[in-house]
């Protein structure tokens, strides 16, 4: 794959043919996104050959663990779409000088979020009902994978600085050397070592180093057209005041919505470990055809903030709209595919022999994959807003679409229509379908066109 200069990218962004833009910021996402859930799947995997209970442990903790991160990728997703302005706006000394904001508020956040996690774990694995060898593989997973957070962040700092420029091939690249080096260690350290589910967190935590190193690296090199100058890296108010403007809502609502799939697992878990197994395969598994929409989504915001900073707002809408209609189509084709039982049964066989582990999992994935296409509206929507700015639109979705829209459909079907641990699948579906309805009309309102980066003098170097 041939990797663009970053003037080549912003040209083809903001004058060049749409569907090549779209493709040649999705794929690379994409590629990186499937290998990192083929990685997500190959732990699955293990983690099932060595026990029902490991298995509904990690699946239990991680939305502990996305509500963290989620928290802070709101710095990040706020880099993304006000470096991707500035560009847009050809103006290179801001963008530079918010990279080095960025850097200095993530850094600041990971190294004191990482240390305050490992210390409230056994408390926060015991408040989600954990007991016996749930809570001691919980509380073991949990307090090893938090200690990440420092280079997980200088990779999504990366990642970040890269995608708003139109280059999405450089990241993937960094993260197919984690996912390697992390699959290769998830069956050494967890079977042939024998530590079990710690073998699962060291080989998460020690796979991040050399792909932080390697980002620490090119981030400080001066020949880029976005760096990191260390020497300068003191706050700057009008920045930090961006930062927070467009990322705390992001983390707001990212964190929320995470906490409300953190007491979605406590609910599921009222129903066994067999269920919450159930939950995380069928979860995983429905993640992998949703996969080109998220790329797609992530291409948006960058194409639409690129553009806005440009001021071409009728070319930001026409990406979009392509964007969408793709994104809609792929998967209404796939979930037709996925939905059917015998195809759905097959899959999840893969990642457990527990016949009613297997018989839930493909319900799960069933209902979820013949409705999954309202996630084309979402995806593509939710970047659309992101790429202008206008983040406490997908703060207030985020949030509704779990603590209201999938509790009260929850609520419904388990109390009134009494249908049992199906209720939690309907929840999934109902809830999204109805925030991408939402999103759908909020487009149509023109927010998304409202200007929310302040022209700033540029920073001299």
Not at 87 to 100: E, F, L, P, Y
Not at 420 to 437: D, K, T
Request: aromatic residues 10%.
């Amino acid at each position: 794959m041939r990797v663009l200069k970053k003037e080549d990218c912003r040209e083809v962004i903001l004058s060049g043919n749409m569907l090549q833009a779209i493709l040649s910021i999705a794929i690379p996402v994409v590629i990186n996104s499937f290998l990192q859930t083929m990685y997500n799947l190959t732990d699955t995997y293990w983690l099932g050959k060595i026990g029902t209970e490991q298995l509904a442990a990690i699946n239990l903790v991680t939305p502990v663990q996305n509500i963290i991160l989620n928290f802070g990728t709101g710095i990040t997703v706020a880099g993304s779409v006000l470096i991707a302005q500035y560009i847009g706006a050809r103006d290179d000394n801001n963008a530079k000088s918010m990279a080095n904001q960025i850097f200095a508020c993530a850094m600041t956040f990971a190294f004191v979020c990482a240390g305050l996690c490992f210390l409230a774990t056994p408390a926060i694995v015991k408040w989600l009902g954990a007991d016996g060898n749930t809570y001691k593989y919980g509380k073991i997973y949990l307090q090893i994978v938090v200690l990440d957070m420092p280079l997980l962040y200088t990779i999504n700092i990366y990642n970040a600085i890269h995608q708003a420029q139109g280059d999405t091939v450089r990241p993937m690249l960094l993260n197919v050397l984690g996912i390697v080096i992390n699959m290769v260690l998830d069956p050494l350290l967890m079977i042939t070592c024998n530590l079990n589910i710690m073998g699962a967190a060291l080989a998460t935590l020690l796979a991040k180093a050399p792909s932080a190193a390697i980002a620490f690296y090119a981030l400080t090199r001066p020949t880029q057209t976005v760096f990191l100058d260390l020497k300068h890296l003191k706050f700057e108010r009008d920045k930090m005041r961006a930062i927070f403007r467009v990322g705390l809502p992001t983390a707001i609502g990212g964190s929320t919505m995470q906490l409300g799939f953190l007491l979605m697992s406590k609910n599921v878990y009222q129903y066994g470990t067999q269920a919450m197994a159930a939950y995380g395969i069928g979860n995983k598994v429905n993640s992998v055809i949703t996969l080109p929409t998220n790329g797609i989504g992530s291409a948006v915001a960058t194409i639409v903030g690129q553009n806005i900073g440009a001021k071409q707002y009728d070319r930001a809408k026409n990406g979009y709209r392509l964007s969408r209609n793709i994104s809609i189509l792929f998967l209404f084709i796939g979930g037709m595919i996925l939905s059917r039982s015998p195809i759905s049964t097959a899959i999840v066989s893969i990642f457990s022999k527990d016949e009613q582990v297997v018989a839930m999992a493909a319900d799960f994935l069933s209902i979820m994959a013949f409705w999954c296409w309202t996630n084309g509206i979402y995806n593509s929507t939710v970047g659309l807003f992101q790429g202008t700015g206008h983040t406490e639109v997908t703060m207030i979705i985020d949030a509704s679409r779990l603590w209201i829209f999938r509790f009260l459909t929850l609520f419904v079907c388990e109390s009134i229509l009494c249908i049992g641990v199906r209720s939690i699948w309907y929840s999934v579906v109902v809830s999204n379908g109805i925030s991408a309805a939402i999103l759908y009309i909020l487009y149509h309102m023109n927010i998304w066109r409202k200007p929310t980066l302040k022209k700033k003098k540029s920073v001299q170097e």
